[in-house]
């Protein structure tokens, strides 16, 4: 079985920052593509930003210049630092990991974690 979890989201004003990390436990023999996805209130969740095993990246266009996706392999953990946001970027995060384990690659969902951003 393999967990994740997120964590960093919370409320902040248009044009603050905040930093999402999401760590990967269990029976985990390594992974490959990890990202973040988002889910706006009445609409369909959305691809925020990937990051490959051999570290390229890619954002949606609503995010480029503001976010920046990162992973630390030795902690099993993806990262998302938010800067200048806006009020549009107000959703539901969840990470995602495709995780070897044994012979298979599986994808993986956290939870969520709300993020606000509201003066």
């Known amino acids: 079985q393999v967990q994740l979890v997120e964590s960093g989201g919370g409320l902040v004003q248009p044009g603050g920052s905040l930093r999402l990390s999401c760590a990967a436990s269990g029976s985990i023999f390594s992974i490959n593509a990890m990202g973040w996805y988002r889910q706006a209130p009445g609409k369909q969740r959305e691809l925020v930003a990937a990051i490959t095993s051999g570290g390229s990246t890619n954002y949606a266009d609503s995010v480029k210049g503001r976010f920046t996706i990162s992973r630390d392999n030795a902690k099993n953990t993806v990262y998302l630092q938010m800067n200048s946001l806006k009020p549009e970027d107000t959703a539901v995060y969840y990470c995602?990991?495709?995780?070897?384990?044994?012979?298979?690659?599986?994808?993986?969902w956290g939870k969520g974690t709300l993020v606000t951003v509201s003066s």
């Open positions: 995602n990991m495709a995780v070897v384990a044994g012979a298979v690659s599986m994808d993986y």
